[in-house]
């Protein structure tokens, strides 16, 4: 008699873990995409501006060394 009930119940467990391992989710959903709106064009042209401006100042800074 025990051995019968361990037995039905190793199948259970058995029948349940199987369902368990075998309910996998599905492919996930395609990402949101970020917009890339005016403000990153609003940053890239800053950023060029901010590094026109240094090279301009470098090149004024030697000048004036030269003329020392």
Known sequence: ?????QLIFSLFLVLIMVTLVQAQPGLPSAPSQAPIDGGLSLLAAAGGAYA?????????????????
Not at 1 to 5: A, C, G, L, N, S
Not at 53 to 62: C, F, I, P, V
């Open 52 to 68: 026109i401006k240094k090279l301009r100042d470098k090149k004024n800074r030697e000048e004036d060394n030269i003329d020392l």
């Open 1 to 5: 008699m025990k051995f019968t009930t």
